[in-house]
């Protein structure tokens, strides 16, 4: 129970203390020492609960319950005015209504229609909580430690925007903290609070360098999630009146219990959180506060994307996805998941830019997790908790690669980087093994998306069966695009770029990197002695997706395509002393790279991928699709209010 709580109070103490510490390499060492101490944390905490039977545990904190849930109170409420001020120094009015109209409905409801006899349980733990701890702790933590060296060359490069990593590390540790106290709690009330609180840390960090476009991003990013804030609210507010407890767990098993009309009324609130969990998740139509999160420094969009801010909504639909079964609710789910998984996917293949191919990417396979909590079979959270896992080390390793790689070729476009093997070498065999595990066998391309498929033809949903199948093969078309140009070989005569990635921006990289083809490696293991036990306790039964030899056959395709960009070099080196010539339409002046043609005149050979920008761009689409998803929502949202009225 302590290092639960230790969890949760540790970072944000720190993050105060961090605030208060001008001096970088005093700074440094405390954030250095600071997420080893989380680490350590999250793995004792991990090893007491795995010691004690792995069974779920209720925690209350006894006689100073009442005394934190004040406190808590108190902390919403000074959130609401910060957020007002902020909104009224950018004349940013109406903002600020989404944040004192929820937070004054939460605090009415706790002050005057709460019931005293409600359970004084507040955190819970299981194997679900215990995973996001680890995704948080350990992702989070190596998060951090890349950005202690990232930014320091970044406000070397940045002289123009004001140095202030005291108050950057301060929001890094304080978001970590929330998302401590976020998937440890039980208590919907303490939920609302670390959801706000998480709501307001992205906003923060998207808005660091204060550039217009920054701030304006910034504020797109916190009414989307403010938005989700005040139906999360509404639904607390309804269920606490409704049923006389906040317990988040009750409310599902209320919802897996419906048996007749006069028990629809509990579909209302478990909407009203799926809505709220699109806005985290960065479902259409809320995705575009995520793509704008790009404005940030690297770390940023690697917290964003990847550990902490994303999982938040994903986490929330996987505890609801068995009370979603089979109902309205499922069904809004299920089909805004897959068409955001689709959609993406289209977008994505027109970007060229690296970090909006990842941020496309990002709301792609949150989409194909959403829409596995929506359907709400065991098979089809076994393959999300595996999307999970598999993006949150992945989009984290890339979005740090694509940085430390921007700093060394001043660019982070995808044509950029055709030849890096033979350029940064150790940037580049990191970068395609992220990419070979966002997207290949035996999780991301294979078994994740078949599972989703089966469950999905089991339950006669033909609409998502279509999303999974062409949303597959988007995805294969950008990832192998990208794939391409980093073992591409021609063009690339140039000398070598300098690499100059930081010591601890290459162990967080490397860590990364170690940690993707370990669990590949183990990945049957991981399945049969963790996740299996995951689902037993979310739906009582299960049954394996596939034979643990075929598992294991798939690990191995694998780990040899881990060994690709390896042998690519070393054959590279053989090449230098005997390239073969191609045709070019011309005489091959004989380095591949150029040609005289019928009219003497030399020509150049650049190799380019087309990116269909004016087709399936996101100026394009996005409006379609926003007002598509929007009306699917509201009409939805709208028969499953009136049925529980």
Not at 13 to 33: D, E, G, P, Q, T
Not at 275 to 290: E, G, H, I, N, V
């Amino acid at each position: 129970m302590t290092l639960g709580f230790f969890l949760i109070c540790f970072p944000i103490i720190m993050s105060l203390i961090i605030f208060c510490i001008r001096v970088n390499k005093i700074r440094n060492f405390i954030a250095y020492l600071s997420t080893i101490i989380i680490m350590a944390a999250v793995g004792v905490f991990t090893f007491f609960w795995v010691k004690n039977g792995s069974q779920i545990m209720q925690l209350s904190i006894g006689e100073i319950t009442e005394a934190v849930d004040k406190l808590i109170l108190i902390a919403e409420l000074i959130l609401m005015v910060v957020v007002t001020i902020l909104c009224f120094k950018y004349k940013k009015y109406w903002i600020s209504l989404l944040s004192i109209v929820p937070t004054l409905l939460i605090a009415y409801f706790e002050l005057f229609l709460k019931n005293e006899a409600d359970t004084d349980i507040r955190l819970y733990i299981d194997h679900l909580s215990i995973l996001m701890c680890l995704i948080v702790g350990v992702i989070g933590c190596l998060i951090v430690i890349y950005a202690v060296g990232y930014m320091h060359g970044y406000h070397h490069h940045h002289i123009d925007i004001e140095d202030r990593r005291y108050y950057f590390f301060m929001i890094l540790f304080m978001f970590l903290g929330c998302m401590f106290g976020f998937v440890l709690s039980e208590n919907l009330l303490w939920i609302d609070f670390f959801w706000e609180m998480t709501s307001v840390c992205s906003f923060l960090l998207i808005g660091y360098t204060k550039t217009e476009e920054a701030i304006n991003n910034s504020f797109r990013a916190l009414w989307k999630n403010l938005l989700g804030g005040c139906a999360l609210a509404v639904a607390i507010v309804y269920f606490g009146i409704k049923a006389q407890t906040v317990s988040f767990h009750s409310l599902i098993i209320m919802g897996q219990r419906i048996s007749d009309h006069s028990d629809m009324w509990v579909l209302m609130p478990i909407a009203l959180i799926a809505f709220a969990a699109f806005t985290k998740a960065a479902q259409f139509p809320f995705s575009t506060w995520l793509i704008g999160a790009m404005v940030a420094p690297t770390p940023s969009s690697a917290l964003l994307h990847s550990a902490t801010m994303v999982k938040a909504g994903i986490y929330i639909l996987f505890r609801l996805s068995p009370a979603m079964a089979g109902t309205r609710v499922g069904l809004m789910v299920s089909f805004i998941g897959g068409f955001t998984f689709f959609a993406a996917s289209v977008i994505a293949i027109a970007q060229s830019d690296g970090k909006k191919v990842l941020a496309f990417s990002t709301i792609s396979n949150l989409g194909l997790m959403v829409a596995c909590a929506g359907v709400g079979r065991a098979e089809t959270i076994w393959a999300g908790v595996f999307l999970m896992i598999f993006h949150a080390i992945s989009k984290s390793l890339l979005f740090q690669d694509v940085g430390a790689t921007e700093n060394s070729i001043h660019s982070r476009d995808v044509e950029d980087m055709h030849g890096l093997l033979y350029r940064l070498p150790r940037l580049a065999i990191i970068m395609f093994i992220g990419i070979a595990g966002m997207f290949l066998a035996p999780f991301g391309m294979l078994i994740s998306k078949w599972s989703a498929l089966k469950a999905s033809v089991d339950e006669s949903n033909i609409l998502l069966v279509f999303f999974i199948c062409f949303g597959s093969a988007t995805t294969s078309f950008y990832w192998t695009k990208w794939m391409g140009k980093i073992i591409s070989h021609e063009h690339t005569d140039e000398e070598k770029v300098r690499d100059i990635t930081k010591k601890n921006e290459l162990i967080s990289l490397i860590v990364h990197a170690i940690l993707m083809i370990t669990l590949c490696a183990f990945f049957p293991l991981l399945s049969k002695l963790y996740v299996d036990s995951l689902l037993m306790e979310m739906f009582g039964t299960y049954e394996d997706v596939l034979p643990i030899s075929i598992l294991y056959i798939l690990v191995a395709i694998i780990i040899f395509v881990f060994a690709i960009p390896f042998f690519a070099y070393i054959a590279s080196k053989k090449m230098k002393t005997n390239i073969k010539l191609s045709y070019m339409n011309g005489i091959n002046v004989g380095n591949n790279n150029e040609f005289v043609n019928s009219f003497g005149d030399p020509k150049q050979v650049w190799m380019s991928n087309y990116y269909f920008h004016k087709k399936i761009g996101q100026r394009k689409l996005m409006m379609p699709i926003q007002v598509f998803t929007t009306a699917w929502i509201v009409v939805l949202l709208s028969m499953i209010i009136s049925s529980a009225i």
